[in-house]
């Protein structure tokens, strides 16, 4: 499984399913083109969500302009833990982000196991 990491200002570090982010964006593209006729909804989901998760730069771009912290909190694993006040939220779009084939153990937060 592939994972987006993102990192803030406080140095922490999360990862994110590309699954997820994937799926939220062929949910948009698929009923934006459904609705215009353009397909049935299930075949362009499938289209898009093949197509995005073959692509690391559409990955980054989608999560980072029409994502927030809100929206991926709930699917976040925190990798690496340092105590900082952060306004997610406002740093979302601008937060280091790449994405990894899989996690490693030794990145795992072990406060959280």
Avoid: C
């Avoid at 093949?50 to 990955?59: C, E, P, Q, R, S």
């Avoid at 306004?87 to 982000?97: F, G, H, I, S, V």
């Amino acid at each position: 499984m592939k994972y987006l990491i993102v990192e803030f200002s406080d140095r922490k570090r999360y990862a994110i399913p590309t699954e997820f982010i994937a799926d939220h964006r062929a949910k948009y593209y698929a009923k934006k083109d459904s609705e215009r006729g353009l397909g049935r909804y299930d075949v362009i989901y499938d289209e898009e969500l093949f197509y995005v998760m073959d692509d690391d730069y559409k990955l980054l771009d989608w999560a980072s302009n029409n994502m927030d912290w809100k929206g991926v909190k709930d699917q976040a694993i925190l990798l690496e833990t340092k105590v900082e006040p952060t306004d997610y939220d406002k740093e979302w779009t601008n937060a280091k982000m790449e994405v990894i084939e899989r996690i490693k153990p030794s990145e795992l937060d072990d406060s959280l196991l």
